[in-house]
Structure formats: structure tokens, C-alpha cells
């Protein structure tokens, strides 16, 4: 089975802009989450989508927001980017009744 | 939140030796996970550790739980430039949720 898939890897924004990155889980896999990645606060858990539902959520404000449509695919929004928002997120997707998490590459966002 | 500790944050060695990274907390944990990150890649799942005095073991990894499920080890043996990577240890709350340590980052040179 093809791995997690995440879109696009890199991604250069400015401040105040909004991005949208997509998450494409193993095929079969109906959760995904997600989670950031900096050097200081190291991996934190953003959300869990599980058959289009948010499931839970990480402690992060409101502008960080994400979906996930019929065939399990899951987007994740930012509105009025920080500079603080410069991060790798990444993406994590498992099987419904299984604990274990497959994690994609991630998506590296600088904002300028 | 139950937080986790993780030393050192760096550690560099060269090939051959072994050494061992530790995973600490003041709480008491069902089970405990160990991942690798290799750099541009996510975390790789390498063990869960779900029993107190648990002893893993993966090749020349070796994964410990302590007795007092508050704490773990991993130690290798003979490393190798392939071993490099972030090592994290993480708990799991829930089905999805996983809370993360900061990390030791491993760099073998040759």
C-alpha cells in the first residue's frame, strides 16, 4: 500500500495569509490527525478527523482549522499566518479500531 | 497534561559505540512509545513498551519500561550512521491522540 501523502512539502507564505495543506491517508485508514512540528515546542497534536468528523482537539487557537471528505483525504487550514506558525505539519492517518499512527512526510511552512 | 522528558537532546557519537537515551516522567503511564524521525521524513513507529520492567528488544535497540511505568530507556549497541535520526518517546491518550517528549537527536558519524 502507497504511504501517507501529504501537499505539498514546502510552502513559503507571508503573515497574515491563509494556506491550506492536504493529507491523502493509507488507503483503508478512515482517522486522520495532525500534529506540529518546531524546534521549541517539538510535536504537538493538532486534531483527529475520523469519518469527516473532528473526533479531538489540541490546545491551539481558532485560526487552525481542518476537514476531511468522504474518501478520508483531511485538509488542514491556517488563517492570518504568524510568524510563529512556521512549522512542519505533519499528518498521521491509522486503521478504525487500531492504535497505531503512520505518519506522512510532512509539509514544511515558513511565513515571512 | 502529562509531560515528557527527554535527555539528552543531543547526542553525538561516533560509529561503534553504544549509548543510551532516556525518556522520564512524573506520571505513571499504560504504555509508552518510542519513534524515530529521520530528517524530511515523519515519525517512524519503532516499539511500545506496555508492561512495568518491560524489556523490547529490535536488533541492536533496546527498549526498557520502568517498574514503576514512569519512565523508559533505549539503548544501542554499535551504532551505525544509519541510526541517526530524532528519537522520540511518546504516550497515547485516547485512540489518536499522542503526546510527544522533545526529543534526543542522534548523529553517528562514521
Known amino acids: 500500500k502507497a504511504g501517507v501523502t501529504q501537499t505539498p512539502r514546502y510552502l513559503i507564505k507571508t503573515r497574515g495569509q491563509q494556506v491550506t495543506l492536504s493529507c491523502s491517508p493509507i488507503s483503508g485508514h478512515r482517522s486522520v490527525s495532525w500534529y506540529q512540528q518546531t524546534p521549541g515546542q517539538g510535536l504537538q497534536f493538532l486534531f483527529e478527523?475520523?469519518?469527516?468528523?473532528?473526533?479531538n482537539k489540541g490546545n491551539f487557537p481558532g485560526r487552525f482549522s481542518g476537514r476531511q471528505f468522504s474518501n478520508s483525504r483531511s485538509e488542514m487550514n491556517v488563517s492570518t499566518l504568524e510568524l510563529g506558525d512556521s512549522a512542519l505539519y505533519l499528518c498521521?492517518?491509522?486503521?478504525?479500531?487500531?492504535?497505531?499512527?503512520?505518519f506522512g512526510p510532512g509539509t514544511r511552512l515558513t511565513v515571512t | 497534561t502529562q509531560l515528557l522528558e527527554q535527555s539528552p537532546q543531543f547526542l553525538s557519537i561516533q560509529e561503534g559505540e553504544n549509548l543510551t537515551v532516556y525518556c522520564n516522567s512524573s506520571s505513571v503511564f499504560s504504555s509508552l512509545q518510542w519513534y524515530r524521525q529521520e530528517p524530511g521524513e515523519g515519525p517512524v513507529l519503532l516499539v511500545t513498551?506496555?508492561?512495568?520492567?518491560e524489556v523490547k528488544k529490535l536488533k541492536r535497540l533496546t527498549f526498557q519500561f520502568g517498574d514503576a511505568r514512569k519512565d523508559s530507556s533505549l539503548h544501542i549497541t554499535a551504532a551505525q550512521p544509519g541510526d541517526t535520526g530524532l528519537y522520540l518517546c511518546a504516550h497515547r491518550s485516547g485512540y489518536s491522540t499522542l503526546t510527544f517528549g522533545k526529543g534526543t537527536m542522534l548523529l553517528v558519524s562514521p
Open positions: 513498551v506496555v508492561t512495568g520492567g
Open positions: 498521521a492517518s491509522r486503521e478504525a479500531s487500531l492504535y497505531e499512527q503512520y
Open positions: 478527523y475520523f469519518s469527516e468528523t473532528q473526533r
